[in-house]
């Protein structure tokens, strides 16, 4: 006699439960590519690449140089 649920087993066989930064349970979820979510407690984080707030720094300090440098 075969089995009906063998199939939903070896669907999770692979997956790693990682521990949340929040609530400490090991209810981690990936939700695409760099994104992570609590399914316990709502805790999410972005952690992908395609981010990068260093030029917005960069500019922001441009601009103050600038303006100290014409204004002084």
Not at 7 to 21: I, S
Not at 61 to 67: D, G, H, N, R, S
Request: hydrophobic share 40%.
């Amino acid at each position: 006699m075969a089995r009906r649920y063998s199939t939903v087993t070896d669907v999770h066989a692979g997956t790693e439960h990682l521990e949340c930064p929040r609530c400490g349970h090991h209810s981690v979820v990936s939700h695409g590519e760099g994104r992570f979510a609590c399914v316990r407690c709502g805790w999410h984080r972005d952690v992908s690449e395609n981010w990068e707030p260093v030029p917005i720094y960069v500019l922001i300090a441009l601009v103050t140089i600038i303006i100290i440098i014409t204004t002084g």
